[in-house]
């Protein structure tokens, strides 16, 4: 009998061990991560700029399921005549292609509290992000195209 019962708890202790298969519905969606920028341009009006990328200088962006942040410094370590920091923080939607986000946070601190709209694309690895940045207080109305490459 005790052997009976040691046999079915060593088969339960066995059962319980066995990994679950992979619940599709609960991956991370392919955005969560951290992304490098890799190219940059704005347009306004008829003229487009290449702002990226920028010799010592480098840019990432990450996400999560509700929350995004990006962060821009030089790679001196700000041992440079012109040292460079940038960073922001907010919430974002994503609906299909459609990309909102809200900076909550940003060193532009004028930028605070606006909503952008985009258009973000993934294909592999490789995030596009397309859209027009308008603040009428700051006499901003600029067409964005970012493209970041996944770090992880």
Known sequence: ???????????????????????????????????????????????????????????????????????????????????????GAGTYTLNGTDYEEHLDYCNYRDWENKSFKFTLTLKNDTLTQKGIEKIDSLKVNQEIVEIYTKVR
């Open 1 to 87: 009998m005790k052997f009976k019962l040691l046999c079915l708890a060593g088969l339960s202790c066995l059962a319980a061990c066995q990994s679950k298969p992979v619940d599709e519905h609960h991956l991370p969606p392919p955005l969560t991560g951290t992304w490098k920028l890799v190219s940059s341009k704005v347009t306004i009006g008829k003229k487009v700029e290449a702002t990226y990328p920028v010799k010592g200088q480098e840019m990432i962006k990450i996400f999560n399921g509700s929350h995004f942040a990006f962060f821009k410094h030089d790679t001196a370590h700000g041992k440079v005549t012109a040292p460079v920091y940038d960073s």
